[in-house]
């Protein structure tokens, strides 16, 4: 499996594509359903990476599956990559262009640990607080994370701000230890 990195360059000629036909948001919606059902199906991952079943196979398969679903250009960027025997890296190829498709928007990505499950209208409001706080939009993934305790810890691109129980139990242990030091 390739890393994001590595599959930064496919996501970035998708994206140029898109821009020419004002569809880079219909081909990020479609490249995310294509990353789900590749998720959700590891024999298809695994049958994309195995060397002795050949390309043509590989491209009939996948057009089976999304030929129906997906703009022309989006399905024809998948028969090159198995072409390239690169379309077992189509869910990384998806991060990255919704990570590029960010950037072009003005989008920043923010990460929020919960030590407790949030509501839709707790996420609504805190992204919309968080907006007003960046003054500019932002796509937020929640994660629970019950090490917190209690308290909320986001993470944005340049920043880390830690209101959980855990990180003042850790600053307070910081400062303890320096104290005896």
């Known amino acids: ?15 140029e594509l898109g821009q020419e036909d004002g569809k880079e948001q219909e081909y990020l ?15 298809l991952v695994s049958f994309l990476r195995y060397p002795a079943i050949g390309k043509q196979e ?13 703009d022309p ?12 025997r690169k379309a077992a890296d189509l869910p990384e190829i998806a991060q990255a262009y919704e990570q590029l498709y ?9 990460h929020v640990f919960s030590a407790s499950a949030l509501s839709n209208t707790q996420i609504e409001k805190l992204k919309k607080k968080l907006e007003d706080q960046l003054h500019h939009s932002i796509r937020m993934e929640v994660t629970v994370d019950p ?10 691109e340049n920043a880390i701000m830690d209101n959980s129980i855990k990180g003042r139990l850790d600053t ?9 030091g």
């Open 1 to 15: 499996m390739a890393s994001i990195k590595e599959n930064t360059p496919f996501a970035n000629a998708l994206l």
């Open 29 to 43: 919606e479609e490249l995310l359903k294509v990353q789900k059902v590749m998720e959700d199906q590891p024999d």
């Open 58 to 70: 590989k491209t009939k398969l996948m057009e089976s599956i999304f030929k129906e679903d997906l």
């Open 73 to 84: 250009r989006v399905m024809q960027f998948i028969k090159v990559l198995c072409m390239h």
């Open 102 to 110: 960010d950037q072009a928007q003005g989008i920043e990505r923010v």
């Open 147 to 156: 090490s917190l305790i209690a308290g909320l810890k986001i993470r944005t």
């Open 172 to 180: 307070m242990k910081d400062q303890l230890m320096k104290a005896e």
